[in-house]
């Protein structure tokens, strides 16, 4: 039998949870541990970027934020 659509967990996806992975991954966070300080898998994040093509695009500006602070120093 096929799933739903809408059926399963309610999704953990809010602005808060984006901006807070977000600012962990500017801060030099992996994207496992990103996902971590907000309870989630990293799975999870990798399938937000595969369907969320801002969050995707943000994910890449905050890692390479990280970077060039990092060798910057």
Sequence with gaps: MPA???AGRPTKWNP???DRILQALRAGFTLTGA???VG???TTLYQWGAEKPD???S???AQ???VSRF???
Aim: proline content about 4%; charged content about 30%.
């Design 16 to 18: 808060e949870t984006r």
């Design 59 to 61: 994910v890449h500006e």
């Design 40 to 42: 989630l898998a990293a």
């Design 64 to 66: 390479a934020a990280a």
């Design 35 to 37: 996902a971590g300080t």
């Design 55 to 57: 969050f995707r695009s």
């Design 4 to 6: 739903r659509p809408g």
């Design 71 to 73: 060798e910057s120093k």
